[in-house]
Structure formats: structure tokens, C-alpha cells
């Protein structure tokens, strides 16, 4: 049983990342994930970890030394958001490809311009193609557990892909909230040891990675990289169970809330979930058939998973907080409607674009979604596949 | 207590509005209760009106916007009753406590709204004298513990404050910050 501590979700990263005690962390601080950096940053100085802390002068540079390091042999991990992420993409994918076990925590910021510090996921689904894991959490409890989880996911040997532990920046990172902290010994025992996969520091047995790789070899390494995610998806549903069975806080791949009877759902990442378990419980207390589907495992995508799970849902509604421009719809909505497709299931799927640079979630605009989504499952046709919620026209 | 309550700051960046809202949260979740305390960043900048939400509850809390309803309102600036619509949302019936040199008639005289109750305690000039700066955040807990000491009682601010700013502040700073909660529990003046 862990110790319950009132702590910001910036601080509750830095502290999991205390406990797992990284070999390497090479960071370049941004809001509103600098604090995590800036308190982890004191942890080296003060001698309580034994990290490596490499300052570096940008987030291209961070995460090239990230992935050097943990090919080398080290368990790394980082914290960023939005430009910084933007600032790290073509390394993202060299991170990915290499196959190295970067942690990356992200508290998920609006991309510019305009300039803006809020929460929006634009960041990270601006990354969603790069190979990484990435895991959504709704709360600072879940953003610490995930922390600790991705690490052991990252590093499995049937994995051995870089994770990002997403959490919605100031909405999570800034909130102050109960966190149940475990015991150092507890999660250093849960991580284990880290045995790198022929870590290029082992010179009795050199190779090369990341040489040029064109057309003969190139689409089969790619073929293989395609196969990792299949165990990875296994490993997030492991891992989340034998994190549960450890600490009493179990995860999977999604979270059903309500969702048995549901014929209304809404489908989202992040701490809007939280929101609308909230409605869910209001509504249910009226006898509405409403629930909640959190996806927590944006990659790996349960895309079999989704359509299972919403085998009563009459209509769907897709919370989308980034704007996939010119494709019509927010960026998780296709993704979905291409689960739903592919699991054979004929729901009407609507799109909500929401939230963007931290417009904040109000109570009322989720009423508002189940309240449009009655009609549509009624009729079987949204008048509209793509609408925007709170904002002024 | 109801099972949601919302309490609202409202400062200047500097007054240390976030801090207090902290400080708040942990003295409460030390009563066993839930906690949720987070500020309003704008472009934040020193001296800019800023907000502070706290909400505690006996259930999780999973809402994530302004507080809207809140009980308690505390602003740590006077000035800042001309340009923030302080009042904003507040029950009926809640308070609004206020970092003023003004009696509270006065200080209503400046709002619009009859339904609230106002409070007055001048944390300014007890910060100055106790701590020796102007940080009224802490003595503003202590106002709030004599009119809502079933959100926050005198021992519980002080030990929450001991429990948050304990690490970065040294003892006889501490010591003065207890001065200043007790002077403001003394001094808050009510209708």
C-alpha cells in the first residue's frame, strides 16, 4: 500500500522517475512539463539517483542523446511537450526504428501558431505514425502509474520500443491532487533491473545500427517493425495487469465505463474522460443507457478491442482534442470509424472538436454531446459527421 | 459539508493565490477528503490578476474547468474588485473574503451582488509585520479558518502550511507565517 501525498502531476512524474532511477535523462525543459525536468534536476544534484543528467541545447539534441544512450545500453528516460515534441520528430522515428526503450513523458500542449501553453494533443498525435508506444493517462495517478508501467513495456524483450506517457498539460500536470506514491523498493522491484538487447557498449561483440538501408533491405526491416506491435499489445495488457495485481490499480488497453446496456458513448483520451464519468453517473441516475470508452492505448491501437467493446452502442461520439486539418475530422475519429468498419460493426460515428489551446471541458457541452447523440442514434444518420464543441460562431 | 465544495482566488501573480490554493488542498485531504487545487495561467506575469480554483469533496474529482459555484471566494488584492468580477457564480449566500484596510460595508458597498457575505482583514499590514513581506497568502488561511473551519481549521492551515512550504522555508519563516494566520483568525472583521 502507497503513501497518499497531495502532489501537482509534474512533480508525480519526477518522483516515478526517481524511484525508476534512469541511467540517463537529456532533457531541454518546456512548459508545462519544465517543473518535472526542473524537480528531477535537483534529484541528480542532490544525489539521489544515480542518473546521468546530460543539459542539452534543444529537444532535437535531447532526444538524439536519449536514443545514443539507450542503445548504448542505458535505461533513459525524458519529459516534453508540444514544440519540443515537434522540435524531437525526426528523431522520434529514428528512436522508434532503432528499436530503443526511451520513456518520454509529454504533457500534452496546443502546437503553434498562434502561440499558445494549454492543452491540446496535437503534439503527440502529430507523432502518432512514428512508432512509438502511447499511453494516455486521465488523472496524476494515472500519469505516476503509467510512468512506471511504460518503462517495464518499453523494455520488454519481445517489445523494445520507445514509449510516450501522455498527460494533459496544466489540466494534469499543474493539478494538485491525491497521489498514492508506492514504495521506492516496491517500484524498483516492479521495473526490475534493465537488460539491454546487444547494447552497443558491449565491444566484445560490435555491430552497426542505423546504416544506410535502401531498397533491398529497407521494406523488410519496416515489415518487421510492423510485427512489434502486435506483442506490445499483449505487453500493455500484461503489464497493466501484473501493475494491478502489485499495486491494486489495474490497466488495460482501454477503460469500459458503463458500457455493458450502453447505447450512447463517448469514446476519449485523457483527463476529458474524467469529465464524462462524471455525466455518465449523473445520467445513468436518470436511467439513461450512456457509458464511456477511455482508450488508454493510442499505440498500440485495439482497434479489435474497440469494436468489441461497443458491441450495444447505438451512436458514438469521437472527443477529439486536435484538429486533423484537411482531413475533415479530429485525428482519433478515423481511427475508430476504421476499427468499427474492420470489426464488421454499423454504428453512426459523430466527431467532436474540442478543447483546442485548453479551452476548458465544461459539464454541460458533455450533456450537450449525449444529448445530439439521442436523434442520431434514433435516425441512424448524424445530419453531421464533424461539429465542434464550445466554440463561438 | 456538502460533498462538493469550490473555493476561488483571486490575486495578483506574485500574491501567491496558487500556493494558497495548495496549501488549502493539503490541509483538507489531510481531513481525509478529496483534493483537486490548480491556478489559471494566462500570460502569466507579476502583477497580472490571476486565478486560483480549489475544489474538495468526500467523492474523486474528476472535473477539470473554473470553478464556477464556489462557497468562498478570497481576493488578495482589493484593487482587483474594480476590474475581476469577483463575485462571479458565488452561492448564495457565500463568502467573500477580502485583503482590504476597508470594513467589509465598504468593501460590499464596491460589489454588485447583495447575496454574499463579505469579510475584510487587512493581510497586507499583518504580512508586513510578521513576515516582514508583503505575501498576504498565508494570513488569508487563517481568515478562512474562522469563518469555514469546516474546510480548514487554525491548527490545519498552519500545519498544511508547515506540510507545503515547510522544505523551502526556514523555521523562523515558518514561525512568522503562523503569526500571520493566527493575527489574521484575530483580526478578520465580518458585517
Known sequence: MGKLRPMEGNEAIAEAMRQINPDVVAAYPITPSTEAVQIFARFVADGQVDTNYVAVESEHSAMSACIAASLAGGRVMNVTASQGLALMWEMLYIAASLRSTVVLSVANRALSGNINIHCDHSDAMGARDAGWLQLYGENVQEAYDNAIQAVVIAEREDVRLPVMNCYDGFLVSHSYELLEVEEDEAVREFVGPYKPVRPLLDVQNPYTIGPLDLYDFYHEHKRSQWEAYRPAKQAVIEVGKAFGERFGRSYGLLEPYFLDDAELVIVALGSTAGIVKDIVEQRR????????????????????????????????????????????????????????????????????????????????????????????????????????????? | MAQLVEVRWHGRGGQGAKTAGYILAVAAAEQGKQVQAFPEYGAERRGAPMRSYVRISDAPIR??????????????????????????????????????????????????????????????????????????????????????????????????????????????????????????????QTE
Open chain 1, 285 to 393: 441516475e436518470g436511467g439513461e443507457r450512456v457509458g464511456l470508452l477511455k482508450i488508454r492505448s493510442f499505440r498500440p491501437f485495439p482497434a479489435e478491442e474497440i469494436a468489441d467493446a461497443l458491441g450495444s452502442a447505438r451512436a458514438l461520439a469521437v472527443m477529439d482534442r486536435a484538429a486533423g486539418f484537411g482531413s475533415g475530422f479530429g485525428t482519433l475519429y478515423p481511427e475508430v470509424a476504421a476499427a468499427l468498419y474492420a470489426g464488421g460493426k454499423q454504428v453512426p460515428v459523430v466527431d467532436y472538436i474540442y478543447g483546442l489551446g485548453g479551452r476548458m471541458v465544461l459539464p454541460e457541452e458533455i450533456h450537450q454531446v449525449y444529448n445530439e447523440l439521442a436523434p442520431v442514434a434514433a435516425s441512424g444518420h448524424p445530419e453531421q459527421l464533424t461539429r465542434w464543441l464550445g466554440v463561438r460562431e
Open chain 2, 63 to 188: 472535473l477539470r474547468c473554473a470553478v464556477r459555484s464556489p462557497e468562498v471566494v478570497i481576493v488578495l488584492d482589493d484593487t482587483l474588485l474594480e476590474t475581476e468580477d469577483v463575485t462571479s457564480g458565488l452561492v448564495d449566500g457565500g463568502w467573500v473574503i477580502v485583503n482590504s484596510s476597508a470594513s467589509p460595508a465598504e468593501v460590499k458597498s464596491r460589489m454588485g451582488s447583495p447575496n454574499v457575505r463579505v469579510a475584510t482583514v487587512d493581510a497586507t499590514r499583518i504580512s508586513l509585520e510578521t513576515i516582514g513581506r508583503n505575501i498576504p497568502n498565508t494570513p488569508m488561511l487563517g481568515a478562512l479558518a474562522r469563518l469555514r473551519p469546516d474546510l480548514v481549521d487554525l491548527e490545519g492551515a498552519k500545519a498544511a502550511v508547515r506540510a507545503t512550504l515547510g522544505g523551502k522555508l526556514s523555521e523562523a519563516v515558518l514561525q512568522s507565517n503562523y503569526q500571520a494566520v493566527d493575527r489574521a483568525y484575530e483580526e478578520v
